[in-house]
């Protein structure tokens, strides 16, 4: 069995963590690095403090094989996620010429052009995201992934990574939908979760077309075992009176 | 000057960090706290997994004047949040008799409201969270407010708070609409940041109606501060030749 290879998603400004700015970057990346195998264990949403940046970078790239960072590669006076990365590795900025040569495709003045060259600065060692969007391209450096943090912007980025990591067995979800309350289906599911410890049993109640429910989520790597285990949640929803629905694989 | 009051805010819940569901209670506890005076400078999402929810709660609760946690507080298996917060606090969970009252009144076959009095179980020392949705209360234990994953429910619970927490100064944002590439304004914010170290100021891209621009958002306690420094921001948009919006207070 391929080894599992984790992930860490760091989400860096004070617009999300004000509210400001409602954060939809957490789940494209879970998503997309779930389906290539890297399973996301955690996320941090932090401000744009550097000494806080450059903890957290430290702190979580010793923990987890992937870092992916959101936000603060801008041009301006609060983009500073390079130079914070640059300093949690301990090696300096230095200009990138083809980042450069991207941003001066654009002619500007003078002083808008040394701004917006702030984003050609990446820290000593790193290798180039590309950026499908035409704009100036993310770095890595080791494990630690740095992505702008505008959602089309950070998603065309990410695709470009496609294929270039280091991936485990893919974790499927396959999903049942129960016209029953959590309560009703708690004690069963407990048993299920106890009798199948590889496979990750998840309970969420809904509210859909004036139907109360809940949609069982069972996770793992071998689908036919899913499969499986579906059926005899299945059985547990027809066993109470009801018509479950398998809903089959799901994101 | 009143002191910072500062949050850190858990999201629990495999669902959010497999990309399955959207988080929003981030930024919905985020702008309600704001708006109490209470600063939400910290954000995890972490897994339903006991060690890593203590060892977590533990972390936070120390650094922050308060937690906020969100999920696993349901009736099954995977609704670990509470035991979690009780080993944290190396107390016992013990069932709340007002909770139960509660969960009661809606009759059910005995093992079904077995599973739900799992959520009238709460730390030894705990107060009620007030839920006015109707059903189980959610719980605080010191510093830790422990609510439910559903968005409505979450909101509910968390409005029930309101006058009852220690606060400080209320953050304001005064924005300001450039119709101008973040890079034109660079070296102008940069100098304005460094003029007034008492106010953050952010700038975010923006494509709306076929214009590109930047909305520059400054943020600080004294109105009369925010109001004077957007003036400055105003004549820097008009010094580029362009009208820009001054919008005022905003969230």
């Known amino acids: 069995m391929s080894e599992k290879v984790t992930a860490s998603i760091l989400i860096i400004g004070n617009e999300i963590l004000s509210g400001r700015t409602q954060d939809v970057n957490i789940s494209h990346i879970a998503k997309t690095l779930g389906d290539w195998g890297i399973v996301v264990e955690h996320c941090r949403v932090i401000p744009d403090v550097e000494q806080i940046i450059i903890d957290t970078v430290n702190e979580v790239r010793s923990k987890y094989d992937y870092v992916f960072t959101t936000g603060g590669i801008g041009p301006t006076h609060d983009d500073i996620t390079a130079e914070c990365v640059a300093k949690a590795f301990s090696v300096v900025l230095e200009q990138n010429e083809e980042i450069a040569s991207r941003i001066k495709k654009r002619p500007a003045p003078d002083d808008v052009m040394q701004s917006r060259l702030r984003m050609a600065r990446v820290p000593v060692g790193s290798k180039l995201i590309d950026n499908p969007t035409g704009g100036p391209q993310g770095f890595s450096l080791e494990n630690v992934f740095v992505m702008a943090g505008i ?89 109470a009176g009801t018509e479950p629905e398998d809903m089959g694989l799901t994101t």
């Not at 990591?165 to 939908?177: I, N």
């Open 151 to 239: 959602p089309s912007v950070m998603q065309a980025m990410l695709s470009s990574l496609d294929g270039t990591l280091k991936t485990g067995k893919v974790v499927r979800s396959h999903s049942v939908r129960l016209y029953l309350g959590e309560s009703q289906v708690a004690e069963a599911l407990s048993q299920l979760q106890d009798q199948n410890p590889l496979i990750d049993i998840g309970s969420y109640p809904f509210f859909k077309d004036d139907k109360y429910g809940t949609v069982i989520v069972i996770r793992g790597t071998e689908t036919a075992d899913l499969k499986d285990l579906a059926l005899k949640i299945v059985s547990i929803g027809q066993a």
